[in-house]
């Protein structure tokens, strides 16, 4: 089906409108009629081609929640008007030992991504969310429990929602614990705010006294200007978890330090120029680890979903029609949005 969309024919062009073609759904699969796409940093990397590898025309955006507006005869789960979502996966090979145990963002033969992969579909490669429609097979489409008003604001945890979620959990953020999140932005800002939701103790690290206010706004029981060397000493190995959410390349030590003995340091971003080398001594000295986390399986983003609509849990967003889309990027970059812009899909057929 003739479908509108926005995206970029090559790395150096403007995002723009064009038609592309969606596969008539089959057995399993669910057709989504998108409301709402939330716009993430990888969009910008991918559209830019600066990850190198874009295949275009590139559709970007995987935070996609909507309603259901066709279902294949096999689909159990779903009905059509049904309130869904789509994050970063469409796909995977579903036999892999990782696969097998709900980690569906480790396949081991590679997950499809909802844009930019491989498949049979026209053109080559998937298509994402700054789109009218998307079809996708139904074990990754996600119920959405939160009310209607606030679907928008919802689009952004597929996401950066999952990504922060996944690592607290795995790492047992909850009462009693004492939990950082570094970097108040997209990501950093629903760390914040899920850290707290899961009872802990929640320090929100920034390198601007101006976030100070807005990071104890979202649910931070302590702020912490990382700029500051006295207010970093006093917090020395104290931490169970720091979730590290900054993607630049900065000094790991200054995190390190300010763990417990078995304390962990969680990165979830990836720096484009590599991060200077850890000191050893603050790992062996208190048996504390540096780890990565990526995403959340399908059945963890479930549960991240129904987490969120029972504390009523939503990122801080500003809506934007998808035509504003490259002044959106150019002030991301600048970190000049709280916390995550959000494309009205309404606005493609204007
Ligand atoms: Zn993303
Ligand atoms: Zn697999």
Redesign the pocket.
Known sequence: MTTKAYGALAADKPLESMDIERRTPGRHDVQIDIAYCGVCHSDLHTVRSEWAGTLYPCVPGHEIVGQVSAVGSNVKRFKLGDTVGVGCLVD?????????EGL?Q??????VATYNSRTPDAPGHTLGGYSQRIVVSDKFVLKIRHPQEQLAAVAPLLCAGITTYSPLRHWQAGPGKKVGIVGIGGLGHMGVKIAHAMGAHTVAFTTSESKRRDALDLGADEVVVSRDADEMARQAGTFDIILDTVAASHDLDAYTRLLKRDGTLVLVGVPEHAHPSPSVGNLIFRRTAIAGSMIGGLAETQEMLDFCAEKNIVADIEMIPVQDIDKAYERMLKSDVKYRFVIDNASLLG
């Open positions: 995977s090979c579903q036999h892999c030992p990782s696969c097998a569906e480790y396949c081991e033969n590679a997950f």
